[in-house]
């Protein structure tokens, strides 16, 4: 069967933040590593070295952007691993080690699914998980996480901008407060992580700033390609592994690496543009502006203190899954924001539900004009159900 799929024009695509579009520099870069050069990096002949020097010169690169030393970073297949391999790993380093007899991990009901999930499993397991909930702005305080931890807190983990609204969490205040705990306790733990995937392209993810003992992001929100993840780890954290094999990645992570992923997501880190956000962030505020004007509709949070690509909006009487699919009608593509948010995130956000919300996030290639267009086909639509 041929399949041929539909052009997307790149003009009403308003789901950066589930992915983004390959960079046309990053693709170049990959290429020469899906043809000649497609050697495993393991082997020590010249095709292996060639594939292994490419490797280490994109580790050069994103342990620049981290602030990190080489070995500190573990390469995965996406943000869904390198979250799992931080929590089971410093779950199960400690079972197999006893560091910690009656553990308990805390936690926000902000997290992505691939944290809450296996946090659910261990929970099942007898191990105590603290939920925390964010306040009406869709922020945590500090000061419910620090009054929580207790001498057999193993783990914290906090997400740096969530995935739904957009909102930024104090990461480096958590993190700070817990580096004095560690040290006072002269012990590693709480092991602190933090889900940086949502935060790379706009926000300080240095680690000496952020103070993160483990932190994770993925290389296709990025402007680079799907299959390619980072775990890193500092120094000194007991990490068990959860794939047997080779022993590849100081043996955290065996499986013959992805030299094109790998390839792709140094340029993708080497490409990222800080100064981007000020112009992006006036295009978010246009358009929530814009979509405010239409009647009984709602934005989710203020803008302060969140990432300047995504809002979060909801519509009292309209169905989120049904705007979406609209929206597609008319080749505008927006998310039905808790269609990405597991079941458990919906239950304990009950101080904070983003029920029905419909996801609009922005990226390089959004403009004015895009804006404009979207907002008008939006209200038609609105309209058009209203009438129903
Ligand atoms: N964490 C966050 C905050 C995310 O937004 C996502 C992707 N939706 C993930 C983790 C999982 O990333 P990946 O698709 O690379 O597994």
Known sequence: MKINPPKINIDSYFDYAASTPLDKQVLKSMLPYFGEHFGNSSSIHTPGQIAQNAIDLS?????????????????????????????HGVIEANQSKNYIKHPNIITTTLEHASVLQPLSCYAKQGIKIYYIKPNQDGTVDVNKIIKTINKNTLLISVIYVNNIIGTIQPV?????????????????????????????????????YLKSDLLTFSGHKIYGPKGIGILYKRQGVNLSSIF??????????????????????????ELIEPNQNIKIAKLRDLLITEILKIGNSHVYGTPNNKTPNMACFYFNDISAQ?????????????????ACASKSLMSNTESYSFSNGVRFSLGKFTTEKSIRSVVKKLALIINRFRKL
């Open 172 to 208: 480096a205040e958590i993190g700070r407060a817990i580096k004095s705990i560690q040290k006072q306790n002269h012990s590693q733990f709480p092991v602190f992580h933090t889900d940086a995937t949502q935060a790379i392209n706009y926000l300080n993810c240095k680690v000496e």
């Open 322 to 338: 049904d705007l979406v699919i609209a929206l597609d009608l008319e080749n505008i593509y927006v998310s039905a924001g808790p």
């Open 244 to 269: 047997q094999g080779g022993g590849h990645e100081n043996n955290l992570r065996s499986g013959t690496l992805n030299t094109p992923g790998i390839v792709g997501v140094g340029k993708a880190i």
């Open 59 to 87: 580790r050069q690169k994103i342990s620049l952007f981290l602030g990190c030393n080489l070995d500190e970073i573990i390469f995965t297949s996406g943000a869904t691993e390198s979250n799992n391999l931080a929590l």
